[in-house]
């Protein structure tokens, strides 16, 4: 077996699979919601579904969960068929929108996700006090759910879906509702599991959220994948270049607006769109010649926001 294939084992694999559900009137015709899906995920990474709404991502989820049925296609799991229901004990799942009885504690609703799936007290005790303090809510353990705030229901979510130490976690819109620190404490947690070797395949349309913590992502839209990779090999470079310098007098700063088209950020800082080397060495000339220290040139990455936006415009 070649080198590659031991390191990436695949834990998800599917080929051509495809969803239709049937439509919400006679009129209409069938919802595709997914349409000829193939894509792998691997060992240990990240994976992020990304797709705006509707594009099919809790669908497919739902479907590799065995909650809704394929309408044809193979899904492999830790290389078995999903008919074989097997590999549902290594799997977690936080759904999209998860309620639990709110007249529950924090600890209370570990314990009961923990005993569902077959742990006995001692057992279930352990786990949950273990959860509880991985995702940072020992403190919060004795309060009753329905005071909880939505990023700390989003952890203690992340906390049920662990309870049976899967392998291998589902997470649908994990961060979805939480302010920037909660997301933050989120992503601390997610990076904190892969280092344990856990597999996350997440979904969500929080974009800046997914480049920061995916290995890999998959765009979907209206049921297609539009495109796969790594964060940074789908972020084309662009030719911006995002200049800092010493203070610019006046004069530079008008001949960089008129001349260069350079959009000034502020008294040293400015963005300069170079089509080629040429006109880039150019540009340092003007500004050595005015006697403008540069202190950096970095090229800009595009935004997975960017590339995102302008994909799914050109498929609408
Ligand atoms: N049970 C169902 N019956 C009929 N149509 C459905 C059903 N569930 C989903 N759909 C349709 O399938 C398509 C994909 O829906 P899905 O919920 O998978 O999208 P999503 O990417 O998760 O969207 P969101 O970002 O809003 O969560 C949509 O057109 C939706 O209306
Ligand atoms: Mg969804």
Redesign the pocket.
């Known amino acids: 077996m070649p080198v590659s294939k031991l390191n990436f084992m695949s834990i998800i694999s599917t080929n051509n699979l495809s969803k239709e559900?049937?439509s919400?009137s006679f009129s209409k015709e069938k919802?595709l919601?997914l349409n000829n899906f193939s894509f792998e995920v691997e060992s240990g990474e990240i994976f992020g579904i990304l797709?705006?709404?509707?594009?099919?991502?809790?669908?497919?989820i739902k479907i590799l969960l065995g909650i809704t049925h394929r309408t044809k296609g193979d899904i492999k799991i830790f290389d078995k068929d999903i008919a074989d229901e097997s590999y549902k004990m290594k799997v977690g799942y936080l759904p999209?929108n998860h309620k639990f009885p709110n007249y529950l504690t924090g600890e209370q609703t570990l314990m009961f996700f923990g005993k569902l799936s077959g742990m006995n007290s001692k057992d279930a005790d352990a786990r949950t006090a273990e959860y509880l303090k991985l995702v940072d809510m020992e403190k919060w353990k004795k309060t009753k759910i329905k005071k909880y705030s939505k990023g700390m229901l989003q952890r203690l979510g992340l906390a049920q879906s662990m309870m049976n130490n899967p392998e291998l976690i589902f997470l649908d819109?994990p961060t979805d509702g939480v302010d920037p620190i909660g997301r933050k404490e989120i992503r601390d947690i997610l990076i904190n599991l892969k280092s344990s070797g856990k597999t996350i395949f997440l979904?969500s349309?929080l974009l800046s959220e997914v480049e920061l913590i995916c290995d890999r992502v998959a765009i979907?839209n209206k049921?297609v994948l539009v495109k796969t990779g790594r964060v940074e090999d789908i972020t084309a470079v662009t030719n911006d270049y995002k200049f800092m310098t010493s203070d610019l007098d006046e004069n530079t700063l008008n001949l960089l607006l008129s001349k260069y088209k350079a959009v000034i950020k502020s008294r040293n800082e400015f963005l300069y769109n170079s089509p080629d080397t040429e006109e880039m060495n150019k540009m340092i000339d003007f500004l050595r010649g005015n006697n403008i220290l540069i202190q950096s040139i970095v090229r800009e990455k595009d935004t997975l926001e960017n590339m995102f936006i302008n994909l799914i415009e050109k498929q609408n």
């Open positions: 559900y049937p919400k919802i919601a797709g705006p709404n509707g594009a099919g991502k809790t669908t497919l999209e819109e979904n349309h979907l049921g």
